[in-house]
């Protein structure tokens, strides 16, 4: 019996839209896997099949050896009998029951007893433990979104579905949270699969990172795999790798490709599959500034750029760059205070030849 999440069905909808998904995940194990994409890609439809929502046209369900859904043999399971867990964006709680009364709300069956000991056994794993007398207003947004989670967890499911679980949540508070929720989540010997159209929501939470656009899978890999190693040009604008430059690998230099952009020579590493126009893709945490060149230093590519912008975005920078083609580095701000930038000034941009990806154009 293989103990996996299996799918691979295609939805299609009135009007013409057709949603394919095919993944394999762990099924009796902590895992994240992240739906990713732009709105209307596809995503809240992949969670819905899953839950048992929507009625897929062709293609299979299978969770740990059951089948959920076969549209060739005509079985699909209701949500009730897939024990899911389900948190929607909006996890609204009931206003007028206390934090206890809403985590055991899905226990009415079990005994007084078991139910009891259930819901403190959650108030203690999501540390909400003092708060269970508590309406839903006399708790804050963090401990809202907590006893949401307990609520759902307390109920045993295999597999945990969670839809954008932040974006009820402020900036601030959601920063915070992203962090703390997979610590949280991983308390529980369950997969999970979790929806968002957030960069850093994914960085923080994915194990597995599924990169989709108008209804396909365009990628699926670890968060390292996706986001420094875009298989196309789709997936590097969708995943925001921030310098994304048409270039030209011109010939090699101590095993090194060497790729001419705009009017500047990189040095990178080669991929087989890449014969003369490529695209070159930079994160920009890969990109790191200096006042000047160090005398020694193993980077291989050393560029004289302009500032032409500088924006801040949470506790790091957006730095704009011109260096013969336009290059974006991302640095903290204590970084970018030390370096006192002011745009049109010149610095050095340093990037070492394994930081620059190249994709095959054309
Ligand atoms: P968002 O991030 O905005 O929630 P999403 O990636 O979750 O978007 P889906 O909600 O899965 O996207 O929708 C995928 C596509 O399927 C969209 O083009 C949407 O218009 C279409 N669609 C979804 N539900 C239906 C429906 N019931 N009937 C017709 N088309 C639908």
Known sequence: MSEELVVDFEKRFAGGTTIRANLRRPAREFNITVLFGPSGCGKTTILRSLAGLERPEAGEIRFNGETWFDAQQGIFRTPQARDIGFLFQDYAL????????????????????????????????????????????????????????????????????LDEPLSALDASLRENLRWELRR??????????????????????????????????????????VFTRPAD?????IVGTETVEPGRVIG???????????????????????????????????????????ALTSVRNRLVARVVSIVP????????????????????????EELRLQIGEEVVAMLKAPAIHLIARG
């Open 94 to 161: 009931f206003p007028h029951l206390t934090v206890a009364q809403n985590i055991g709300f899905g226990l009415r069956a079990l005994a007084k007893q078991e139910r009891t000991d259930r819901v403190d056994e959650m108030l203690r794993l999501f540390e909400i433990t003092g708060l269970e007398s508590r309406y839903p207003n006399q708790i804050s947004g963090g401990q809202q979104q907590r006893v949401a989670l307990a609520r759902v967890m307390v109920r045993r499911p295999r597999l945990l579905l």
């Open 184 to 225: 949280l989540l991983g308390e529980f010997r369950v997969p999970i699969v979790l929806v968002t159209h957030d960069r850093v929501e994914a960085i923080a939470l994915a194990d597995q990172v599924v990169v989709m656009e108008q209804g396909v899978i365009r990628q699926t890999g670890s968060v390292q795999e």
């Open 233 to 237: 040009l789709s997936v590097a604008k």
């Open 252 to 294: 090699t230099e101590d095993g090194l490709a060497v790729v001419q952009v705009g009017g500047v020579e990189l040095l990178a590493l080669l991929p087989e599959h890449i014969k003369e126009d490529a695209y070159v893709c930079i994160r920009g945490e890969e990109v790191v500034l200096q006042r000047h060149v160090d």
């Open 313 to 336: 975005e949470g506790p790091m920078v957006r730095v704009g760059l011109d260096c013969g083609f336009r290059l974006t580095s991302l640095v903290t701000r204590p970084a970018c």
